[in-house]
C-alpha cells in the first residue's frame, strides 16, 4: 500500500523570519502547499481553509503554546488523528517524551536548517503512515 | 521545476537574513537595557521574562539564518536568566532577584550580553549544500595558505596551484594572521617558520590541515612537527602534481568527518526520539525506527553508514537480526553497533562473534554517541572507498562509474533535463611510460585525475575507465557548457610540468563528448562519446570534439 502522498501543511509559528524561511523551505524546496499562522488562535480559524495533512507547531508562543493548540485542534471533529511536529529550541530527553505523549509523530530541533526541513518533514510523515 | 530555483531561494534567503540582522540589532540593545533596568531598580525586575523570551527565540532562530555562533551564544545567556525568569513569574521577592542578577552581571554575563551583537557579524554562507546540482562556476574553491620564505618557489607553487584551481594566498614570515582568514582550508608551512614556539600562528594550526615543507628526517624533528599539528610532511614542494595530490587527500579527509547516515532500531520510543534528536543536531543523517521487522525495507531505502541496534527488542533479538541481514551479501559489510546494558564480556563476545560489530554501554552520554556514531561513518566511508575506489587516483572504478552513468540515464528520461557524457584519454602515453618508466606515468595519471576532481562539480562523476581513459558524467548540464569546461580543462593540463630524471615534460589530453539523454541507452551514448574520442586524435588530440549525431 502506497501511502497518501503529504501536499497540504499546516504551521503555527509566532516569528515572523521564521515563518518565511519555512515558507521557502517548505514550498519552494519542498514543494508542499503551506499555510502559516502567527498564532494558534489563527491557526484554528485558518485550519478549515486549508485541512492539513499535516501540522508543525512552535512549542513556546504566547498566549496560547504549541502544546495548547495541538489540543484544541484535536478537539475539532476531523482532527483527531492529524500528525503533529513539534519545533523546539529545547532537546531534553524529558520534554521530548512529554511531546510525544500528546501525540506528536516527531520533533523537530530548532535552530532547524532550511534546506533539510521538507525532508524532516516528509520523513517524519513516511515514518507516521508506516506506523499507522 | 525551473531552473534557477536554487539562486532564486538563495537570494530570498540572503535578504530574510538581513532582515533578521537589522532587526536583531534593535533587539539586542533592547535586551541590555532591559537586564540594565532589572539590575538597578527591583520594581524593574519583571523585565527579566522578556529578556529570557528574547534569549530562546534567539536560540532557536539564529542559526535557521545562518547566524550559528550567535545562536549558540544567546542559549548559553538563556540557561544562565532562566532560574530568575522563573523566579519572577513565580512571584519571589524583586530585591533578592536583584541582587542575584547583580552578581551574574559582574560574573562576567555583563560582558557576554553587551558583546553579544557583535556574533551579527559571523553569518556563514548560505549553505552549499543544495539539492540541485551547482553549476561548476559556482564550486567554491578551496582556499590554500602558503607560508614559504623562498619568493621564487613560492611563486612557482603558487602559479602551480592556481592552474588546479585553488585559490592561494601567502604570508611571508612575522606577519600577523589577518582577519579575514577564517576561509583557510589548508596551511602550507617551511618547517623553519615552525622553530619559534611564539609564533603567532602556531595556534591556528591545530584545527586546519598542514602541509610541513620539510627535508629534514630524524626523528626529533618530526616528532615535534606531528606534535605541532602537521599532518604531512612533504620534501620537494616544486614537485606541483604531487603536492596537489597531498593536499586533495587532505581536504577529501576533512569532508569525509562531516557528515554520515545512521539508522537506529529500538522498541522503546521516547529513547530512539531522544537518539534520533541529539544525532541529527549532531549533524548526521538519521533513520531511526522503532519496528525491527520492516528493518530490510528501511535499509534498502535509507542506505545507511552504520546501524545502531538494541540487543533486545521486544520478541526480536538484535544480535538474531545481525545475523539475518548478513544473508544478503549487500549488508555484509554495513557495521552494527548494539547498545547494550550488559556489563558482561562474555555474553558481549558471544554477541559479537554473532554478526555484530561493536557495542556501546547503555547509559550512553549524548557527546559519546555522536562521537561514536561520526567516527563510525568516518570509517565506514573509507573502508567503502577501497572497495569501490581506483586505488591509484580514488575515482570511481569502471563497473561503478557504469553504474552510475545508467541511474544518470534514467534520470534524464524521467526529468527531462540534459546531461553529458565525456571520454578522455591521455595523448601519447605509451611514450610517457617508455621514456620515464611506469612510476612517472602514474603521476602523470594522477595529476589529469586531481585536476578533474578539483575542477569539476561534486556531483559529476568521475571513473578511471581504463589504463590511461576516464570517463565523465556532467548531470543537468547542456552540451556547449561541458565543451567549455573541458576545452579549459584541456589548456591547463597541457600546462603542467612533470619532473622526471632531471627532465621536465608536459602532456595533453583528448576528449570526446555525447549528450545522455540523446541516446537510448548509456551504453550507446558512451559509445558515441568514444567514436568522438578517437575522431579527435585523428584531428590531431589535445582537444574536445562532440560526437556526429549530436550536431546535428
Sequence with gaps: MTPESLQRILMVEDEPDIRTVAE??????GGFELTACESGQHALKKIEECRPQLIVLDVMMPCMDGPATLRAIRAMPGYATVPAVFMTAKVQSDEVQSYLALGAAGVIPKPFDPLTLADQIREIWNEAHAIG | MPKSLSSDVRKKLETLRNRFRDKTIGDIQGLVTNIQNASQRSEAVNELVAAYQLLHRLAGSAGTLGFTQLGEQARKLEVAIKPLAEQVTEGADSECIRLQLQQLLDGGYEHDISSLGSFLGVAEPVSAQWHNPKRAEADRQSVVLTLEPDHQLNDLIMQGLALYGYQVRSLSSGEQWPDGMNDVDLVMIRDTLLQNEGEIWLSKLHSLPVICFSSTHDFITRYRLARLGVDACVDEPHDIPALVDRVEQLLAEGLATLTGRVMIVDDDKELLEHYRLVLSSGGLQVRALDDPSRLLSELADFRPDILLMDVQMGQYDGPVLARMLRFQSEWLSLPIIFFSSEEDRDLQLDVLARGGDDFVTKPVSDQFLVRTARIRCYRARQLD???????????????????????????????????????????????????????????????????LRHRLRSTDIIGRYGGEEFVLVMPECVMNEAVEILEALCQDFARLVFNAESAEFSVTFSAGVAALNAYETGEQAIEAADKALYQRKRAGRNGVTVAAGDLS
Design chain 1, 24 to 29: 521557502l523551505a517548505l514550498e519552494a524546496i
Design chain 2, 385 to 451: 572507498k577501497l572497495v569501490s575506489l581506483d586505488s591509484l587516483t580514488g575515482l570511481l572504478k569502471h563497473a561503478l562509474a557504469k553504474t552510475e552513468l545508467n541511474r544518470e540515464h534514467a534520470r534524464c528520461a524521467r526529468y527531462g533535463h540534459s546531461s553529458v557524457v565525456a571520454m578522455l584519454d591521455l595523448d601519447h602515453f605509451k611514450q610517457v611510460n617508455d621514456s620515464y618508466g611506469h612510476g612517472t606515468g602514474d603521476v602523470v595519471i594522477k595529476a589529469l585525475s586531481n585536476l
